[in-house]
Nanobody, 126 residues
């Protein structure tokens, strides 16, 4: 079992920045691919970003590419999502998730994760 707890959400004006954190506990953190997903009101959950176990590979949704950065600190069992130039359409509940490294990238970006956090709300005002 892996427990994930997100933090760092809040209210920010358009153009501003936020940094989300996800603290993991349980099994060996470095053995998991880590990702961020989000769900806006009345919309389906969508992929945002993913990072491999070492941090050497990342992938982003086109909607956030160039504005968001995912990173991880295996020594602290934490994954981060730096969000810059935020837009009102970024408003959503953001979820941290973990997947075994054996899963394919297609499965991961489609939400096929093994563990999920409870989410943190990000609201971007115009």
């Amino acid at each position: 079992q892996v427990q994930l707890v997100e933090s760092g959400g809040g209210l920010v004006q358009a153009g501003g920045s936020l940094r989300l954190s996800c603290a993991a506990s349980g099994r060996t953190f470095s053995g998991y691919v880590m990702g961020w997903f989000r769900q806006a009101p009345e919309k389906e959950r969508e992929f945002v970003a993913v990072v491999n176990w070492s941090g050497s590979y990342t992938n982003y949704a086109n909607s956030v590419k160039g504005r968001f950065t995912i990173s991880r600190d295996n020594a602290k069992n934490t994954v981060f999502l730096q969000m810059n130039t935020l837009k009102p359409e970024d408003t959503a509940v953001y979820y941290c998730a973990a997947a075994l490294s054996s899963k394919t990238w297609v499965t991961i970006t489609r939400g096929g994760m093994d563990y999920w956090g409870r989410g943190t709300l990000v609201t971007v005002s115009s």
